[in-house]
Each structure stands twice: as C-alpha cells, then as structure tokens.
C-alpha cells in the first residue's frame, strides 16, 4: 500500500515504524555515531538533504533552509516520514532492551555530538539511566562514550575504548 503511494503520490518509500508491531527480542543496542533526528540532521548540515530525502521522501521544510528555519517555526507532522523514520521518535521496550551503549567520536568528520546529545537526553526522561545509577537495581542502562575513537569510517575498525564498551556490553547480555 506505501509503495502504491509513494509512486502515485510522491509520499515516501519509507512508512516508518510502528514500535507497537515491533515483536523483537534484543537484549541491547550498540549504537556507533548514530543518526536519531532526520529534521534535525537535515536543519544542522542542509548538504544532507538529498541522501536523507533519497531514502525518507520529500523534505517537511520550505524548499531553501535559512537561519530563522527550525522544528520551532516549522513544526513537522509527526506521520510525516522524516519524523516516523527517527529514532528520538521511538520507544523501546524496556522489558525487552536492558542496555544502550552510545558511541560517538569527537573526531567525527561527519556527526557532530548533538544527535547523540539529543537522544540520550531522550532516554535519561524515558527512565533510561546510568550504569552507575541502574546497576544495583538490575534496570535498563544506558553507558555513553564519547573519546578520539578515529574518525567517522575508523569507529569500526581501529581499536580503541569504543571496542572495550562494545565487549563489556556483550558479556554482561550473554551473562542475562
């Protein structure tokens, strides 16, 4: 039914998610240099525009993005895809996901910090909170790395804290 749209209408190949569909069983995400706002992307580096619009559709902003342009003055509606693709727009479970690990290089040629800035001030008002904080309680953690970890392409593949952050959040997810 979306693809018929999308060709007939222009809407969107990407329908979003319904996180109250979603039937997973994950214990954790890793999540290195992550996008959680397309609106958000798109209104800090406008360049973005059409590789984000290449996958989510049209764009919810006038067509030339000027200083005085924000979700603010231009609120986007929350079914347009741009904002149903977003993650800061989801959920999780929590009886299902017990840890979030963040990791974000300050080397980062091509994300600065704010996405994941924004999204963990989203799960810190969600209950997500601190290992420190949560690991007596056994709840939902949350660990945030942030360091020289390389550059964008390099997080992955040069060995560094962020891998050491990756490895402790696997054991502690087999040992659950």
């Not at 954790?28 to 996008?35: D, N, P, Q, V």
């Not at 919810?60 to 347009?80: Q, R």
């Not at 996405?115 to 997500?128: H, I, L, N, P, Y």
Request: glycine share 8%; hydrophobic share 30%.
């Amino acid at each position: 039914m979306h693809t018929n749209r999308a060709l007939r209408g222009g809407m969107s190949r990407h329908p979003g998610p319904d996180p109250s569909n979603i039937d997973i069983d994950v214990k954790a995400l890793i999540l290195l240099s992550g996008i959680f706002s397309l609106p958000d992307l798109y209104l800090q580096y406008p360049s973005y525009k059409g590789f984000i619009e290449g996958a989510f559709g049209p764009s919810p902003f006038p067509p030339s993005p000027s200083s005085s342009l924000s979700k603010d003055n231009n609120p986007i509606p929350p079914n347009h895809p741009w904002a149903t693709a977003s993650p800061i727009n989801i959920t999780l479970p929590a009886e299902k996901i017990k840890k979030i690990t963040v990791i974000h290089s300050t080397r980062d040629e091509l994300l600065d910090l704010s996405q994941t800035e924004m999204m963990v001030r989203k799960w810190r008002e969600d209950g997500w909170g601190d290992e420190e904080e949560e690991e007596q309680k056994g709840e939902r953690k949350l660990t945030v790395l942030v360091g020289d970890f390389g550059k964008h392409d390099e997080v992955p593949t040069v060995r560094s804290e962020a891998w050491d952050g990756v490895a402790r959040t696997v054991e502690e997810v087999l040992k659950s």
